[in-house]
């Protein structure tokens, strides 16, 4: 693997000197150059935070996946490491696919899916899936293990194993997809992290026909109950729901080891964004939740190829579950950090078809604004960054709309969500180069999706459409 990480390293290093930079995130984790899809592996281990991610580093483009890497002291400065994993070993041979990490006795143990083509490269009809280990002392060179967990009978989709430890066991959780093309989630148990048990228990199942696979499974105790967390593929729109290509969401729980999951809360999305997908969580050091996604969408425009890198990481999030066993979903304190200064806007009462420039060039900043929504009539008000970008209140439908618009890339179209009913709305939104985060009331819902500004072209404004909208609190600080 040595060679052939060098190599990658050799053509990354080439990539990056002709990189540009103008949609290039500025405190995004995004990759040195290359490919970037889900994050995997992220962990606290001996003092610091790690991230690998789903990487190609020969091109801008899917391709065979190695594992790139970063490591960080806060989750928000990183620093590029050399690649992970490299696939081309008999178990992996076409690619190192998703998987996680684990801490265990000073060392760094990642699990991930080797994946094989049978029948030609991009033919998922055909494929060889198993889960495989690969251990490191220093938590930067890793050496192979093997496959540690084979495909079941029955299934040929089985994939990005989430590992953990409790109650005096290791276990594994593995999205697959049935003979019946039923997504689901398989669950395994070891006690040493090398020999896994041949049984495993279907943990959840899909209810909706449609839907074939769960990719990424995540399950983790939050608050009294189990979170799982998934990446289900097939679902269909409905309303204001599952409007992008692939959907990411989560269901609520009971738990406990040999006992069946016992479900409360249904399937709901975590983020009502356009590029939202295969998060994955882990603890921080001082045990909070915190969860990472891919700030992509498969099949979407991706205008950055051109510019010699592709993909990002969304911020970190803080996730908690309110007392309806709803995630609360907020971006870490650390990102406090970024901040340079602050600019208070003063508050007041946009009227009718009026708007106010915030700031002249909003490409790496944090904005907070507090609408009075009872005092705010308008048919339509929030912010315009640029010609491209708008988050708003929709009164008319009651409902909070983020909407992107860049022709150039064939990138158009909205999503949105029910406005919760408060009487004021609070519009905390995270914007870099190429990226837009809202999280509305201190994390009831989230919107997260990639925008593609032209440079000079990111003028933040606030407006309101027909009759007022009254402003109570805004500030703004330059990241
Ligand atoms: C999710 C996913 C995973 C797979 C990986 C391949 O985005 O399709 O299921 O392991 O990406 O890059």
């Given at each position: 693997m040595?060679?052939?990480?060098?190599?990658?390293?050799t053509a990354?290093?080439q990539?990056r000197?002709?990189?540009?930079?103008?949609f290039?995130?500025?405190?995004?984790?995004a990759?040195?150059?290359?490919?970037?899809?889900?994050p995997n592996?992220?962990?606290?281990h001996?003092?610091?935070?790690h991230?690998?991610y789903?990487?190609?580093?020969?091109?801008?483009?899917?391709?065979?996946m190695?594992?790139?890497?970063a490591?960080s002291?806060?989750?928000i400065?990183?620093?590029?490491?050399?690649?992970?994993?490299?696939?081309?070993?008999?178990?992996d041979r076409?690619?190192?696919?998703?998987?996680?990490a684990?801490?265990?006795?000073?060392q760094?143990?990642?699990f991930?899916t080797?994946?094989?083509w049978?029948?030609?490269?991009g033919?998922?009809?055909?494929?060889?899936?198993?889960?495989?280990?690969?251990?490191?002392?220093?938590?930067i060179h890793?050496?192979?293990?093997?496959v540690v967990?084979?495909?079941?009978q029955?299934?040929?989709?089985f994939?990005d194993?989430?590992?953990?430890?409790?109650?005096d066991?290791w276990?594994?959780?593995?999205g697959?997809?049935?003979?019946?093309?039923?997504?689901?989630?398989?669950?395994f148990?070891?006690?040493?992290?090398?020999?896994?048990?041949e049984?495993?228990?279907v943990?959840?199942?899909?209810?909706?026909?449609?839907?074939?696979?769960?990719e990424c499974?995540?399950?983790?105790?939050?608050?009294?109950?189990?979170?799982?967390?998934?990446?289900?593929?097939?679902?269909?729109?409905?309303g204001?729901?599952?409007?992008?290509?692939?959907?990411?969401?989560?269901?609520?729980?009971?738990?406990?080891?040999n006992?069946?999951?016992?479900?409360t809360n249904?399937?709901?999305?975590?983020?009502?964004?356009?590029?939202f997908?295969?998060?994955?969580?882990?603890l921080?050091q001082?045990g909070?939740?915190?969860?990472?996604?891919?700030?992509?969408m498969?099949?979407?425009?991706?205008?950055s190829?051109?510019?010699?890198?592709?993909?990002?990481?969304?911020?970190?999030?803080?996730?908690?579950l309110?007392?309806?066993?709803?995630?609360i979903s907020?971006?870490?304190?650390?990102?406090?950090?970024l901040?340079?200064?602050?600019?208070?806007?003063?508050?007041?009462?946009?009227t009718k078809?009026?708007?106010l420039?915030?700031?002249?060039e909003?490409?790496s900043?944090?904005?907070e604004l507090i609408?009075?929504?009872?005092?705010?009539?308008a048919e339509?008000f929030?912010?315009?960054?640029?010609?491209?970008?708008?988050?708003f209140?929709?009164?008319?439908n009651?409902?909070?709309?983020l909407?992107?618009h860049?022709p150039?890339?064939?990138?158009?179209g909205?999503?949105?969500?029910p406005?919760?009913q408060t009487?004021?709305l609070?519009?905390?939104?995270f914007?870099?180069k190429?990226?837009?985060?809202?999280?509305?009331?201190d994390g009831?819902l989230?919107?997260s999706?990639?925008?593609y500004?032209?440079?000079?072209?990111?003028?933040?404004?606030?407006f309101?459409?027909?009759?007022?909208a009254?402003?109570?609190?805004?500030?703004?600080w330059?990241?």
């Amino acid at each position: 693997m040595k060679q052939r990480i060098e190599l990658a390293s050799t053509a990354l290093n080439q990539a990056r000197q002709t990189l540009q930079h103008q949609f290039y995130p500025n405190y995004h984790l995004a990759p040195y150059a290359g490919w970037l899809n889900d994050p995997n592996g992220l962990i606290y281990h001996e003092g610091l935070y790690h991230a690998f991610y789903q990487h190609h580093p020969f091109s801008a483009d899917w391709g065979p996946m190695h594992w790139g890497h970063a490591t960080s002291e806060d989750m928000i400065h990183w620093q590029h490491q050399p690649i992970a994993l490299a696939p081309g070993d008999e178990f992996d041979r076409d690619g190192c696919f998703s998987g996680s990490a684990v801490s265990h006795n000073g060392q760094l143990y990642l699990f991930y899916t080797g994946h094989i083509w049978l029948s030609g490269e991009g033919d998922d009809s055909h494929i060889h899936q198993s889960q495989c280990l690969a251990i490191s002392h220093d938590g930067i060179h890793f050496e192979k293990k093997g496959v540690v967990v084979p495909c079941p009978q029955g299934y040929m989709h089985f994939r990005d194993p989430k590992v953990w430890y409790q109650d005096d066991r290791w276990w594994m959780v593995v999205g697959a997809r049935d003979s019946l093309d039923q997504g689901q989630i398989l669950l395994f148990t070891s006690h040493d992290l090398l020999t896994w048990s041949e049984n495993y228990q279907v943990l959840a199942k899909t209810d909706d026909k449609n839907v074939y696979m769960w990719e990424c499974p995540d399950f983790f105790s939050l608050g009294e109950q189990f979170v799982t967390l998934f990446s289900p593929q097939g679902k269909k729109p409905q309303g204001h729901q599952y409007r992008n290509l692939y959907q990411n969401g989560y269901l609520v729980g009971n738990w406990s080891p040999n006992q069946p999951y016992e479900i409360t809360n249904q399937f709901s999305e975590l983020d009502m964004g356009h590029d939202f997908y295969a998060p994955q969580t882990f603890l921080a050091q001082d045990g909070r939740r915190i969860a990472i996604a891919w700030m992509d969408m498969w099949e979407s425009a991706m205008p950055s190829k051109a510019h010699g890198w592709c993909g990002c990481f969304t911020v970190p999030r803080e996730l908690t579950l309110d007392d309806q066993g709803k995630i609360i979903s907020n971006p870490i304190n650390e990102l406090t950090s970024l901040r340079t200064e602050q600019i208070d806007i003063a508050p007041c009462t946009l009227t009718k078809n009026s708007s106010l420039t915030l700031l002249d060039e909003a490409s790496s900043c944090e904005i907070e604004l507090i609408w009075d929504l009872q005092q705010s009539p308008a048919e339509k008000f929030g912010f315009w960054l640029g010609d491209g970008a708008e988050f708003f209140i929709d009164g008319q439908n009651q409902q909070l709309t983020l909407s992107r618009h860049y022709p150039e890339y064939a990138i158009s179209g909205y999503r949105s969500a029910p406005l919760p009913q408060t009487r004021h709305l609070k519009v905390r939104a995270f914007i870099d180069k190429s990226s837009l985060e809202v999280f509305i009331n201190d994390g009831e819902l989230t919107f997260s999706s990639r925008i593609y500004p032209k440079e000079n072209e990111r003028k933040l404004k606030i407006f309101t459409i027909n009759q007022q909208a009254k402003l109570i609190q805004g500030t703004i600080w330059p990241l």
